[in-house]
């Protein structure tokens, strides 16, 4: 198969589903030029084949004679030629990867321009200005993406010349002033790579070409893809197209445009104009942007013509699309179009419109597919709860939600304040791909400068952030900004509401959003999607988080813990049955934790009524609900203990493990102190029978925590059953109450069809699983090691964020597997964290799970999870 592919080449399918060989950007041209015969100025597309092939052994072998005789078609088609001292053929040559990364690998526009040839594009155009102004572009993009010149070089150079000749504009400056600015780009570049600047423009294109091939692996190419969960060897295509100019003069202008808007998803011209310009001054936030309903005014027949070809990409993508256009002297030409990133609140608006609209008419399951958990996760993020705040500036509201942080001016600060636990607002005249790291860890960002579609704007969008971008009323130094007399130091606390474009002095009040009415229009569509096949529960520990689950649309409860109903006032009770002496004692505090954990149970059987509770017995080491063994042994060496401290001081001793997660924990525990299991059967059958009493429909399950073998599960299971007949009879009053084991170690999904002989159910514990699998402490390792085998590549993820699928996942593939191969009806589900995480989520439906447990707040973003796994099953 060949490397380079023109944009009208005659694919097998549609361009548009060749991404993985062409990229996103290439696919779209190509489907763009080739299908719908859109305004597109020809071009050829380098493979990702090609540079993955170059990053594992240099430059491929043919690629060369490839490119060549690309080339060789483009000047053909255009009556021009490279270098060409009469009127040369210039090239742009742009990264395009398969998955969309806006701005994170590297460009140069105008290639083809050399000492000659700049003189023979002012003689074509008849216009010395624009010739001189396109060759100081492209000197200054190559250095600095080629040859590797630190860009403010470039800019430092720019802005004294400009101000030795009085210049206050950039679009002022003569073009005698641009040649001076040419000569001293290239005295930079012959001191910095020491040689000139290539004058060639084979070598021109072909270091370009390499330098966005290495732009896949730049630092912040690579942050992006681990933010974004995208893989490190997919490497990115490169396209090679004839130039266009929208800086040409006062006819020409650039753009980028929306055909909904991507942050209300609203019908109609949304996005970004500027005339007499290039792309890069629109995305880069160099200058203030028109709204693009203003190119209408200036140029009503492109506009006219842009809107069509909005219809027509909307139509024929079924999708909202994100698209750069340049108009050269009353021209429009497409230079480019993806499907539009877009905040939460658009996603769900836009996914319902078109599924009415008649013309696309998505159907439910694509409609889905059109909105991402993360969606939802920003729909579902705080809102500020003050109304009358005073606003100490605005800006355009850029992506919405609420974010309070100090402020901090550069990336590296923001990282630094992240690491001390700070939450932090990265405040900038206007960011950078190089600020990636810190938009990262930031709450928010404001910039001063910039537009809609500006690289803050952008990523903030894609990422959930709140961001308000274009406060022109912000003045910027180094370690402050100013709006008029009022200066915000840097660590000083601000609030920014990027629904509104406001910002306010201080910490402000933040409550839970309010959702769109689609909300439940594509949940409700995502429930007939996964029906029976998946199903979603909560984890909750009390009546108003069950509540809340059931609000949301929890099918039940996957997990109630009960060690949470021990804290607080009852805490003095659970005390007293550890510090007790004698049986007596104990079982007199027994029961009073059974009056207060039957009332527990009693309120979240009320509130999820109808549906299954899964209610797992004591699971903590009993140290944990003593005071702080290092605080007793200091008040011991002081002699300040009183007779009650003396007490727990000696029990907290008698309880200390060297390894409390692996010691006294769970069923271990229950068989030491056998009451206690009891005493929970006991207030599970007693608030059952009350409810069934009211008129309810009770279903609990009961759960045993950190099995590890048969024989543990038999003990307990004989225990729990003499309970619950004590309670409700040998026919249990109806209930049928089942027991099952929590599968959380290694042996215990290994030895699966044993425990299922015993266990009514499954409920994979992956948060434990996973920390016995890799032998890591999760409280340990997270804030130092973890970080660093992330950022070395050593995980590919944090396992205990997205299930580790080869380790972990393979002990609940076999857990399953052995479990039903002995009842091929059991119920199996997850209640670790995972299962609101919506990668590992997909796993856990291939693997045969039939339901997943996570926090209230999580269960819509759950829901719709489910629903894109049992599609993805499909497929």
């Known amino acids: 198969m060949p490397f380079v592919f023109s944009f009208d080449h005659e694919h097998p399918r549609h361009p548009m589903e060749l991404k993985d060989l062409l990229g996103g950007k290439g696919a779209n041209l190509a489907e763009m030029s080739s299908v719908l015969k859109l305004p597109v100025p020809p071009g050829f597309t ?19 004679e490839e490119i060549a005789d690309q080339v060789a078609a483009l000047e053909s088609g255009t009556g021009k030629t490279l270098g060409n001292p009469t009127d040369p053929l210039l090239v742009s040559v742009r990264s395009g990867s398969k998955f969309s990364m806006p701005g994170m ?53 720019f802005e004294e010349v400009k101000a030795a000749h009085g210049v206050s504009s950039d679009a002022d400056m003569p073009a005698e002033v641009l040649l001076e600015v040419i000569n001293e780009y290239k005295a930079l570049i012959d001191r910095e790579m020491g040689r000139p600047f290539p004058q060639d423009p084979a070598e021109q294109l072909r270091t370009s070409i390499e330098a966005v091939f290495r732009s896949w692996d730049s630092p912040r190419a690579a942050a992006y893809r681990h933010r974004e969960h995208i893989a490190d060897d997919l490497g990115t295509a490169v396209n090679v197209q004839v130039m266009v100019y929208g800086n040409r003069d006062d006819n020409s202008g650039t753009g980028v445009g929306f055909t909904r808007n991507p942050a209300t998803g609203e019908a109609g011209s949304y996005g970004d104009f500027l005339v007499n310009a290039q792309g890069e001054d629109v995305v880069a936030g160099i200058r203030k942007t028109l709204p693009l309903t203003e190119m209408g005014k200036l ?12 219809d027509r990409l909307e139509d024929h993508y079924r999708d909202m699309l994100d698209t750069e256009f340049t108009v050269e002297q009353g021209k429009l030409w497409m230079l480019q179009t993806r499907v539009g990133k877009r905040t939460g609140v658009a996603a769900l608006r836009i996914a319902v419109a078109l599924a009415r609209d008649p013309k696309i008419a998505l159907t439910p399951e694509e409609a889905v597919q059109r909105v991402s958990p993360g969606h939802l996760d920003q729909i579902l993020h705080p809102q500020f709860v003050a109304t009358d705040k005073v606003v100490l500036t605005t800006g355009l509201a850029a992506s919405p939600g609420a974010a309070v942080g100090r402020v901090y001016f550069t990336a590296d600060e923001a990282v630094e304040a992240f690491e001390r636990s700070e939450k932090v607002i990265l405040v900038r005249t206007e960011t950078s791909p190089e600020d990636v790291h810190g938009l990262e860890v930031a709450e928010g960002v404001l910039t001063s400068r910039g537009g809609l579609v500006s690289h803050a704007a952008v990523v903030a969008r894609g990422w959930g952030k709140p961001a308000i ?59 007939e999607v996964r029906g029976t096949k998946l199903g979603v529960r909560a984890n909750a520990d009390n009546g108003p988080d069950a509540a809340r689950a059931r609000a949301y649309g929890a099918e039940g409860i996957g997990l109630a813990r009960t060690e949470h109903m021990f804290l607080g006032e009852r805490l003095p009770i659970v005390r007293r049955m550890i510090l007790a002496d004698t049986e007596e004692k104990e079982q007199e505090a027994l029961d009073g934790l059974l009056e207060q954990q039957r009332g527990d ?17 004591l699971d903590p080491p009993l140290h944990e609900f003593l005071p702080d063994m290092e605080e007793l042994v200091a008040d011991e060496a002081l002699g300040i203990l009183d007779p009650q401290a003396t007490e727990l001081y000696h029990a907290a001793r008698a309880w200390q493990e060297e390894n409390p997660m692996l010691g006294t924990r769970g069923v271990r525990l229950g068989i030491v102190k056998g009451g206690l299991y009891k005493m929970q059967a006991r207030a599970v059958a007693q608030a059952a029978k009350a409810r069934q009493a009211a008129g309810g429909n009770p279903i609990a399950e009961i759960m045993v925590p950190l099995i590890v073998t048969e024989a543990e599960l038999i003990l307990v299971r004989a225990w729990i059953e003499e309970e619950l007949d004590s309670v409700l009879g040998a026919d249990r009053s109806g209930l049928d109450i089942t027991i099952g084991s929590m599968i959380e170690t290694p042996r215990a999904a290994i030895r699966g069809d044993d425990i299922a002989e015993v266990a009514d159910f499954f409920s994979f514990g992956t948060n434990d699983l996973t920390q016995m699998t890799f032998g890591f402490s999760r409280d340990d ?5 973890m970080p660093r085998y992330l950022t070395e590549g050593l995980l590919p993820r944090n396992p205990f964020e997205t299930l580790d699928h080869r380790g972990v996942g ?19 589900g997850v209640c670790g964290e995972h299962g609101g995480d919506p990668e590992s989520i997909i796993f856990f439906y291939d693997v045969g799970v039939d339901y997943v447990s996570c926090s209230p707040f999580r269960i819509p973003i759950a829901r719709l999870a489910a629903a894109h796994a049992v599609l993805a099953g499909k497929g």
Not at 116 to 127: P, Y
Not at 606 to 616: F, H, N, Q
């Open 781 to 785: 390792v997270e804030g130092r090691m």
């Open 469 to 527: 971008v274009g406060a022109d009323d912000v003045e910027i130094s180094a370690a402050s900004f100013s709006v008029g007399d009022t200066t915000v130091h840097e660590g000083d606390v601000i609030s920014i509401d990027g629904t509104l474009g406001e910002v306010t002095l201080g910490e402000l009040e933040v409550s839970e959003g309010d959702t769109p009415e689609e909300f439940d229009v594509v949940l409700g569509w995502a429930d």
């Open 601 to 617: 149970f009693e309120e979240i059987l009320e509130a999820m009524d109808g549906l299954p509770v899964t209610i797992r017995l």
């Open 810 to 828: 393979e002990l609940v593939r076999m857990g399953v597997e052995r479990g039903r191969s002995v009842d091929p009806d059991l119920k199996i």
């Open 299 to 310: 140029f009503p027949g492109p506009y006219r013509e842009l809107l069509d070809i909005f």
């Open 105 to 157: 690998m590297d460009t140069v526009l105008d290639l083809g321009l050399n000492d000659v040839s700049v003189q023979g594009l002012a003689e074509a155009t008849g216009n010395d200005r624009f010739a001189y102004d396109s060759y100081r572009r492209f000197i200054q993009m190559y250095g600095k993406i080629v040859a590797g010149v630190d860009g403010d070089a470039f800019d430092s150079i």
């Open 46 to 64: 380098i493979s990702t084949e090609a540079c993955r092939a170059h990053m594992e052994a240099g430059w491929p072998n043919g690629l060369s």
